[in-house]
Nanobody
Framework: QVQLVESGGGLVQAGGSLRLSCAAS????????MGWFRQAPGKEREFVAA????????AYADSVKGRFTISRDNAKNTVYLQMNSLKPEDTAVYYC?????????????????WGQGTQVTVSS
């Protein structure tokens, strides 16, 4: 079992930055692919970024490439999402997720573990 708790959301002006954190419980954290998804009102949950177990490989949605960076610290059981140059369209609830699947197979359809979400609001 893996439990995930997100933090770091908030209100920021366009062009600003936020860093989200996701603290995980469970001894298998270091073996899991970790990722972030987001869901805006009236829209489906969408993939944002993911990182493999070692931190050696990452994947990003086209909409955030070059602006967001995912990283992990296995010693602290924590995954991070650094968000720079934020835009109003980045406004959403951001969810941390974890699964034992590979990075290439990581998606909202086969992810077993989810956090409760943290709100990110970007004002124009």
């Amino acid at each position: 079992q893996v439990q995930l708790v997100e933090s770091g959301g908030g209100l920021v002006q366009a062009g600003g930055s936020l860093r989200l954190s996701c603290a995980a419980s469970g001894r298998t954290f270091s073996t899991y692919t970790m990722g972030w998804f987001r869901q805006a009102p009236g829209k489906e949950r969408e993939f944002v970024a993911a990182i493999n177990w070692s931190g050696g490989a990452t994947a990003y949605a086209d909409s955030v490439k070059g602006r967001f960076t995912i990283s992990r610290d296995n010693a602290k059981n924590t995954v991070y999402l650094q968000m720079n140059s934020l835009k109003p369209e980045d406004t959403a609830v951001y969810y941390c997720a974890a699964d034992s699947t590979s990075l290439g197979s990581f998606s909202r359809y086969n992810t077993n573990y989810w956090g409760q979400g943290t709100q990110v609001t970007v004002s124009s």
